[in-house]
């Protein structure tokens, strides 16, 4: 029996909370099942080389000893994810011989059984249940209403960037994407030393599952230090803490591979490659690219550029050396733009007194870092925008003028990753997916109090985008025939580019110049 009255609220309140938390995890499922039945639908469709990438480390890792994964040329496909990922198509490959043995031949290049398909396109969605259990984490800090994180559920959970890349195309950026939500969440708990220390465990795992994820980790070592290190008198204790998390996991994934690593380096970092993919990512590169092909027309049209080569015309750059007229940019180059483009947001992160143990600061931050790394990086495909639409997708819960970034940044990026389903036929599916998205987000942001006011030049931007995939999927050949083969992959990038940066100047300049000061019950949540 409670002894006083204080006791008897402490067990109300607690039963509150657990009453909270199963009608949030019940809604969860059921949308989990809900989406779940759309991608066991998806099974038969087309799949990309990607399809083949996986099937050929499955093999790799399954029949080869293990100082041959980061050596092996039997394929062009070789292993360049870290070891980690490796571990994990290991493990795999384990059931996947139960499946069909054959697909674990490494000398059996471009196999597709029914079985094959049927057992890969299995692992995608069930290792979605990790992204589906970091959608429930960061639920728990960043949305204090129930409202909030059904809508934060049906817009994390129905991102048709994913459905395409990973249940189409064929990758595993929903399980990678989980477990950055999953540290993001832990980290946020700065008064819980326990998470935080895990938090910062499951950001070393997610770095040794996929090494890209490193543009973020400025982000998560800033708001480390600042809030956890730096908090109070013992400083070195937590910093070494930290450390030794981050030693370890990091002995546990490249300690097999210690005899190797020139060789694990060289793979996960191709620095060999072009600037740009060969479907340019809609990043400043691709204006860059863009304004150099301009040139070149125009100086060889009034006879100032006498020698041009016709791909450079019409196809893409990947391992092209040298721009026709424009400086051609080294990775090195590359980098320093990228770090310096961050490092504005990290100092607000460190230094602004208001920025100071507010997760919501931190979580734009990590978005303004992916952004950063997407706009300037080296060589970036087109699916890193991912990386920065799922965590915006939370802050937009909270802040009225993100959530508008959001609608943008999100039609943009969603129209962007849809030349990956190149076959012709998957037109009006692409064109459904994104209208309902478009529905979707306008009526989730329809409420009085989270209305998203849109300008009017936002609002002609976005309606002209379904016309781009138009172009880009069957309108340009029946203009054309065969001429200018990549002509509509560059309008698509370029246009596209427009608005991804156009956003992405818009959100930094709020992050910078904006007062969005701490709500004292949102801190409360968080104790």
Known sequence: MPDSVEDCDNINNLDIVKLETRRRDSFLIKIFILVTCIKVLLIPTYHSTDFEVHRNWLA????????????????QWTLDYPPFFAWFEYALSKIAVYVDPKMLDVNNLNY?????????????????????????????????KFESFQ????????????????????????????ILLIALAKVSRITRKAQVIQGAMWFAILLNFKHLYLYVAPAFGVWLLRNYCFKDSRFIPRLMTLSAVAIFVLSLSFGPFVKQIPQVLARLFPFKRGLVHSYWASNAWA???GVDKVLSVIFKRIGWLNHIKTASMTGGLVQEETFAILPTPSPLVTFIITFLSMVPALWMLAFNKQFFGDPRKFLKCIVICALSSFMFGWHVHEKAILTAIVPLCISAMFDVFDARIFVILSCVGYIALFPLLYPQEFTPFKLI?????????????????????????????????????????????????????????????????????????????????????SLKKFKKTNK
Not at 61 to 74: A, V
Not at 157 to 167: E, K, M, P, S, Y
Request: charged share 15%.
């Open 60 to 75: 790799i890792t399954h029949s080869l000893p293990i100082h041959e994964w980061y050596t092996s040329n039997k394929s």
């Open 112 to 144: 597709a059984s029914s079985n094959t398909k049927l057992f890969q396109r299995a692992t995608v969605i069930i290792a979605d249940l990790v992204y589906a259990f970091g959608i429930r984490e960061v639920g728990q800090i960043y949305c204090v």
């Open 151 to 178: 809508k934060l559920v049906v817009l994390s959970l129905c991102n048709i960037g994913l459905l395409v890349v990973d249940h189409v195309h064929f990758q595993y950026n929903g399980f990678l994407l989980g």
């Open 287 to 289: 204006l860059y690219v």
């Open 433 to 517: 997916l994104w209208f309902i998205h478009l529905v979707m987000v306008r009526l989730l942001f329809k409420a009085p109090n989270n209305s998203v006011p849109l300008r009017k030049l936002e609002k002609l931007y976005i309606r002209i985008l379904p016309l781009i995939t138009c172009y880009e999927t069957f309108l340009h050949k029946t203009l054309f025939k065969d001429k200018l083969p990549f002509l509509p992959l560059a309008i698509t990038s370029i246009y596209c580019a427009l608005g991804i940066t156009y956003s992405y100047a818009l959100l930094y300049y709020n992050y910078l110049c904006k007062d969005n000061s």
